[in-house]
Every structure is written in structure tokens, then in C-alpha cells.
Nanobody
Framework: QVQLVESGGGLVQAGGSLRLSCTTSGRTLSRWTMGWFRQAPGKEREFVAAIQWSNSNTRGTIRYADSVKGRFTISRDNGKSRVDLQMNSLKPEDTAVYYC????????????????WGQGTQVTVSS
């Protein structure tokens, strides 16, 4: 049984930074695509970033939503079975519950392309 657990959410002022982490239990992440999604109140869950599997020879392809390019950075540490999302220059519109997601096969930007999900962590950006 694979469990994804997010941490690092909180309250921050606009322009500030937060670092979210997603750790797993039960299976190594090295062959997984890992993604971050978010859901703001009253809105559908949306794609934020994803990183493809990697090994010692490959970094892993990365994708970002246009709304976070240049501000957010996704990274992975396969040895620690962890994926991070560094969020800089945060805006009030970044306020949402952030979810970590994983999949063994696909490398997508839609919810349906991920089989495993965490419970989410709240990020609130005040103006």
C-alpha cells in the first residue's frame, strides 16, 4: 500500500515563500512520475507541476502550469522518496489545498493520469 503525505503548508504573506514536501511509505519513488495539484475554494483541482522519473543519468522531464512558471520549482530526492515544491513570490491567488500525486506509468497534467494521492496541505497567502 502506497501512502503519500504532504507537509509544509501554512500561512504566508504575498511575496513570501513556502516549501512543500511529499514523502512516501511503502515504495520507492525513483520510477514514478510525481505531480502537484491544487484546489482553491469553489474551484476545480488544477495541475501545478510534475516531474518524470529519474535515475543517476537522467534528471527527469519537468512540466509547470503557466500560472506558476518562474515562481515554483519541483524537485525530487529518490533516495529519500521525497518530492518538493519550492514556491516563491507567492500571490493570494495561490491560496489552495495542495495535493501530491504519483503514477507509475503516465506523465500527465490531468487528475485522471495519477493513481495515488495525498490528503493535501493548506497554503494560504495573505495580501
Amino acid at each position: 500500500q502506497v501512502q503519500l503525505v504532504e507537509s509544509g503548508g501554512g500561512l504566508v504573506q504575498a511575496g513570501g515563500s513556502l516549501r512543500l514536501s511529499c514523502t512516501t511509505s511503502g515504495r520507492t519513488l525513483s520510477r514514478w512520475t510525481m505531480g502537484w495539484f491544487r484546489q482553491a475554494p469553489g474551484k476545480e483541482r488544477e495541475f501545478v507541476a510534475a516531474i518524470q522519473w529519474s535515475n543517476s543519468n537522467t534528471r527527469g522531464t519537468i512540466r509547470y502550469a503557466d500560472s506558476v512558471k518562474g515562481r515554483f520549482t519541483i524537485s525530487r530526492d529518490n533516495g529519500k522518496s521525497r518530492v518538493d515544491l519550492q514556491m516563491n513570490s507567492l500571490k493570494p491567488e495561490d491560496t489552495a489545498v495542495y495535493y501530491c500525486a504519483g503514477d507509475l506509468v503516465r506523465f500527465g497534467i490531468s487528475e485522471s493520469e495519477y493513481d495515488y494521492w495525498g490528503q493535501g496541505t493548506q497554503v494560504t497567502v495573505s495580501s
